[in-house]
């Protein structure tokens, strides 16, 4: 396979749709959660990320399509609404978007590297998250600097727990305000078990830098975008995807987060996750979010490629963590 895009290795696989039975091939009659992605710009550039975002790209949603999600979200009878990015602070339209939800009764979910607040120009999204009552979802690859700073970059171990420090003077896993960590593995291999590493993190945390939250989440890293190319350009993609497969859990097929969710771009395209929304592979029937503001979205197939082994292997992985 030597010479092939990274995207062509991991299709040049059987089928994933195939291992997937029937029933689970289609979304749930109703979507509970609207992820919204509102830009690929970052201050960070992690090795991981299968959106390739960075400090370089300029891709932002805008408020016209903000409002759009508003207004499907309320159409589609949507329980949840996944803000994330890019780092999200980095849209000048963010701060709009986060008073528009909670005027319309809407606690969101927030994903944040941590590490952006404590940059001056952002560093007040903290006090906001904590006046709207948001949840946090925030990304923490490891609890150790050398694990997290090979990920991130050098010193963004400290500006995360410094971050944390100030998310728990607000309030943010100490019982006020919901806040939720997210682990990735560091290279190729799965993530160990979500409730064991929950409970390690939690006390080394504590314990090391006196830092709490409230639960911890787990997700493998998928084989698309950034992760999947550094892995091809060391020839070990084929390896990756031979350990996915091999663990490939039926159990967890009920579970994927395709079936209960919808994942939108910054111009308001639609796809069925955000690993899909990476990849440009455009939900079934090829809505935008202004088209779900009129006609909410139905029961429908789902666009599945290989990459979603990265879902179903062991415990499962979703943006919300494992699903078995």
């Known amino acids: 396979m030597q010479g092939q895009n990274a995207f062509d290795v991991v299709q040049s696989f059987p089928s994933f749709e195939d291992r997937v039975p029937e029933e689970f091939r289609y979304t ?19 090795k991981h990320c299968h959106l390739e975002c960075s ?9 016209k399509t903000m409002q759009a999600c508003i207004d499907a979200y309320k159409a589609g009878g949507f329980t949840s609404m996944d803000i994330t990015g890019g780092a999200p602070e980095m849209n000048p339209d963010y701060e709009w978007f986060l008073n528009a939800l909670s005027e319309a009764g809407i606690k969101p979910m927030c ?45 963004t171990f400290d500006a995360c727990i410094e971050a944390l420090r100030k998310l728990n003077s607000l309030g943010f896993g100490t ?3 919901p806040l939720i960590l997210v682990y990735n593995p560091s290279g190729a291999v799965l993530p160990p078990a979500q409730a064991s590493m929950e409970g390690e993190y939690k006390e080394k945390l504590r314990s090391a830098f006196g830092v709490e939250f409230d639960s911890l989440i787990a997700i493998a890293n998928n084989p698309s975008g950034r ?8 020839n070990n993609l084929e390896k990756y995807m031979n350990r996915l497969i ?21 111009n308001g395209v639609v796809y069925d ?36 082994y990265g879902c179903t292997a062991g415990a499962g992985s979703s943006c919300g963590g494992a699903t078995a």
Do not use: W
């Open 111 to 155: 994903r944040t590297n941590l590490c952006i607040l404590l940059d001056p120009q952002y560093a007040h999204f903290a006090e906001l998250y904590a006046k709207i009552d948001a949840t946090l979802v925030a990304s923490l690859p490891y609890f150790s600097a050398a694990n997290c700073d090979k990920i991130r970059g050098a010193g």
């Open 273 to 308: 996750c955000d690993f899909n929304q990476a990849l440009r592979l455009r939900t079934e029937g090829e809505p935008t979010i202004f088209d779900m503001v009129d006609k909410p979205l139905e029961r429908r197939h789902i666009v599945f490629a290989n990459h979603c």
């Open 175 to 177: 019982g006020e305000h």
């Open 246 to 266: 091999g663990a490939f859990n039926v159990a967890t097929c009920e579970g994927m987060m395709c079936r209960d969710q919808v994942s939108v771009d910054y």
């Open 28 to 46: 749930n009659d109703k979507l509970g959660t609207l992820q919204v992605n509102v830009g690929y710009k970052c201050n960070l550039a992690c």
């Open 227 to 234: 992760f999947a190319a550094r892995l091809n350009d060391k």
């Open 55 to 63: 400090p370089a790209r300029e891709e932002l949603m805008d408020r």
